[in-house]
């Protein structure tokens, strides 16, 4: 069992940055591919970054690419998304989640193991 713990989630202004991090434990943390994910009240869940084990490749949805950057630390087990120029629509629980695939997709459903998630609300 994989367990994944989010944080740096905060209030900030529209325009701001800020940077979440994902602390995994339980099993090797190069098996795994990574995405992070957010959900917007009353919306779905969605797609937001992926990177896999090597940090050889990564993936933005449309609505963050230009504004965001997935990394991942293998010898701190952390994987982080850094996001600048924040927006209102940016406001959600965001997602740390964990592929056996090592070259991670976008599908919600091929992630196996998800953390709690971390609250960010971004002010007009």
């Known amino acids: 069992q994989l367990q994944l713990v989010e944080s740096g989630g905060g209030l900030v202004q529209a325009g701001d940055s800020l940077r979440l991090s994902c602390v995994a434990s339980?099993?090797?943390?190069?098996?795994?591919?990574l995405g992070w994910f957010r959900q917007a009240p009353g919306k779905e869940r969605e797609f937001v970054a992926a990177i896999s084990w090597s940090a050889g490749n990564r993936y933005y949805a449309d609505s963050v690419k230009g504004r965001s950057t997935i990394s991942r630390d293998n010898a701190k087990n952390t994987v982080y998304l850094e996001m600048n120029s924040l927006k209102p629509e940016d406001t959600a629980v965001y997602y740390c989640?964990?592929?056996?695939?090592?070259?991670?997709?976008?599908?919600?459903?091929?992630?196996?193991?998800w953390g709690q998630g971390t609250q960010v609300t971004v002010a007009s």
């Open positions: 339980g099993r090797d943390f190069t098996r795994y591919g």
């Open positions: 989640a964990a592929d056996d695939d090592r070259v991670p997709g976008s599908l919600i459903y091929t992630y196996k193991y």
